[in-house]
């Protein structure tokens, strides 16, 4: 056997998860045929990458096939050296991090990926954090190092955690300098960045968004459970020092939030201020908790669900009097509703539902029902708690997943209405469809089936799923490296295990019991993970994405539609609904085939390429279908010939939209691909991604740009200088020649003309002396609101004494295109001057976010 064909034999054993006499319980293709809602029909990837589920509440099951579509929505490729990562919102806003990521739900977005096949996409997210500048790990509150032990229990890997050790301490580190208060002995933090920007203790205050420094619950619990679970990795490390330390500072705080966030009279945790705090003649004192003192003191109300969140790390002690604070979950006079809970308790005073962003003042929150429903597991299985049961559990649940609605179908935003459902002004364009700020799945697994992670070889599985129901079945979970399923069969004739909850080991019963209550199982011991620089160092990676703004890998096509550019081709993201757009398309073009080109800028050895196939299907203003051929193209010599070798290729010709279309053959040296889209009849084609993945090791060496580029300016350089006639004061002319290219909001990176009061501006490049040059590329800036492709662009030059246009120009593509690459080539000429004169498309003014030029040999 070759050593690639051994190494892909391997590789692709653990994709698809089959391992020596695992047998399923559920026919998984019948459970994804089962749901009507889905986008993303790539059956490969949930066969290979997610456990199966299902159960009598038809809502809860089609809510967790779903969720598990929308972690793909926000599943980016942010580069081969990074991997993967986790985006919020389905855009990426200016105040997310490199590749759109933000710290805030990182914690829920890890819970939920460690049940994944394999570690490598948590494990990619969880380096993120600490090895990508522009990541901001401290942005936002959030609970990294619990999360990284969380994917630890489910895919042991000692060596990981050991490496990341530095990282975590050094963040929280980070923390402590900020945020940390000795006298106190608490971490302060302010709603805002806390996840919750109006609030009731905001509100008190002048500044209602940022206000209110305060010594939260929820951020004093992420911090000790950081605090716990650094202690453990630094045991693994035999760094007995640090555990100790970590440990003391752990205990410190617990004491602490006991001390002064719990009101013995209110029976409940509060946030207590940092300041005092001066309003309309009101101060609030500080130290004080909500409503002890300022306008509203003596108020017995001031409950918010972050009360819960000590909870949800086991940070509060089983069968404590703290317990008594969950009589207000179920209760609508405190946080129940048909479709919450609410953020507040319903009778507080200044509970308010407002129909726009980030008030936290009552709305249903899906961040903070994961966490409630989180920590109320960990009671229910920690205690032998009064206050709440199983049942409520359930309920909660369900109300959670029949939220998961918008017109029917399965959906998600950023808040809705409690009593209900309504997303209206919490569902914004662009922004928040399909939201990934919140769990799901794990609370499936961990809470309802009750399977406890741990990190000895101990299976527990506590289920708090009612006796009552008939059947439900959690299949092929990837657990310690083995293979679990969880069943519950009542009657013994929906599987064919006999009546009673049964445990499955890579597919042998190994326990079972009569009734639903608690079971163990010692699980075989498994091989540890190849720890080796050698194993670890050696990637499977996409060379095709570009978030970086680099000149390579490159895409170009024979035609693109202004709205659907093709630098949405390798973003790294993909999903096939018409809105949002997240796509390249021939809408418009006049060719029965069109193609698009790929360089990556060096030869890399490439072995799969994917690419992930449009179908709008008769959608209301759509003429995108699958092509009815897709052939591929490799660049050899000095011509393109058919990329050969392919196992796959009858599949190839005939795509299939909503799922990518992948053809896998033996390692190649490719620098350049071609893909020819044959369109169907009467159709135009369209995809949302491009990938080529080959194997290397990191760290991968990213291609330069190629040399000629006359328009570069280099760090300190006083030439070439970039000059506009209007620049935005959100934007920095100086980035139209940094060599730096972004066609994205964020990092911005771009010079525009937004704001301007001309129907036409210029971007001028001055060399600083005669220079010859004979063509030019602009990477123009389109953000599909006030920045827009141009109606049209001319190239002027400086003749010492006026400007003049240059002679015989043609430009690819003939109409201005945002998103893209536009190049205009003209006769030679020499100038120490050039500027492009863009005539602004109706109100919307122009960007570039790189400008290029060149002179041909």
Known sequence: MSRYVGFLFAWMLAWSGMSAGYAQVLDKQSQLDAQSFWDNRDWEWYRQNIPFFECPDADITTTYYYRWELLTKHLTYGSPNSGYVFTEFIDRPFWSGTYGAISCPAGHQLYEAR???????????????????????????????????????????DDFLIRLLPDLTKNYEGWEQRHFVPEVGLFWQTGHDDGMEFNINSRQTQDILRGAPSYRPSFNAYMWADATAIARIARLAQQTDVAERFTAKADKLRTNLLQRLWDEKRQFFFPAFKNDEHKDGHTIKAL???????????????????????????????????????????????????FGPSTVERNDPMFLLQKTCCWWSGQSW???????????????????????????????LSIYARSHRK????????????????????????????????????????????????????LEVAPLAPSDWDYFALDDVAYHGHRISIVWDKSGERYPLGPGLHVLVDGQKAASSAELKPISVNLPPTAKADSSSHARDLRRV???????????????????????????????????????????????????????????????????????????????????SAPSRIHVQVWQDDGWVALSGSDREPSFVTPVGHQPATLTFPPQDIQKLRMILDHAAGYASGLTEIEAWGDARLPVALPGPPVGNLAYRSPGAEFPQATASHTSRFDDVR???????????????????????????????????????????????????????????????????????????????????????????????????????????????????????????
């Open 542 to 624: 996409n060379f095709a994405v570009n978030n970086d703004g680099t000149y390579y890998p490159r895409l170009t096509a024979s035609y693109s539609n202004p709205a659907t550019p093709i630098s949405k081709l390798h973003d790294g993201n993909y999903w096939y609904v018409l809105h949002p757009p997240n796509r390249w398309t021939s809408v418009g073009s006049p060719n029965e085939s069109d193609w698009i080109e790929l360089d990556l800028g060096q030869i890399r050895q490439i072995h799969t390429v994917k690419l992930h196939v449009l179908d709008d299907e008769g959608q209301a203003g759509s003429t995108v």
């Open 366 to 396: 899906p961040y903070a029902t994961t966490q409630t429903l989180k920590a109320m597991a960990r009671l229910l299985h920690d205690s032998a708690t009064t206050e709440i049961d199983a049942d409520d559990y359930v309920r909660l």
């Open 288 to 338: 004080s908790r909500t409503y002890e003192s300022g306008p509203l003191a003596g108020d017995s109300h001031g409950r918010e669900l972050i009360g819960y969140v000590p909870w949800q790390f086991g940070m509060i002690a089983a069968n404590s009097p703290y317990d008594s604070a969950w009589n207000k979950l179920m209760d609508r006079d405190g946080f129940y509703a048909d």
């Open 735 to 857: 980035f139209a020649n940094d060599g730096v290219t972004n066609f994205l909001p964020t990092p911005n990176n771009r010079w525009t003309s937004y704001e301007s009061t001309s129907s036409s501006d210029w971007l001028e490049i001055d060399f600083g002396q005669p220079t010859e040059f004979d063509s030019a590329e602009l990477a123009i800036y389109d953000d599909r609101g006030g920045v827009q492709a141009p109606a049209n662009y001319a190239v002027e030059v400086w003749d010492g004494s006026k400007w003049s246009e240059v002679a015989n120009s043609t430009f690819r593509p003939a109409t201005p295109t945002g998103g893209q690459w536009n190049e205009v080539r003209f006769d030679r000429i020499s100038a120490s001057k050039v500027r492009f004169v863009f005539q602004h498309q109706g109100d919307a003014r122009s960007g570039v976010s790189e400008v290029l030029i060149w002179n041909s040999p």
């Open 115 to 157: 049940w994944l096949r394999t570690p490598d996409i948590p494990h990619d997210y969880t380096r993120y954090w600490f090895h990508t500048p522009g990541a901001q790990p401290r942005n936002y509150s959030t609970w990294l190092a619990d999360s990284a032990w969380a994917v630890h229990q489910v895919h042991p890997n």
């Open 407 to 458: 017109d029917g179908k399965p959906y998600l935003a950023e808040a809705l209405h409690p009593d209900t459902g309504s997303f209206e002004g919490h569902d914004a364009y662009n922004h928040s469809e399909h939201y990934f700020h919140s769990g799901y799945c794990d609370l499936v697994i961990t809470g309802l089936v009750g399977l406890k992670p741990s990190v000895d070889n101990r």
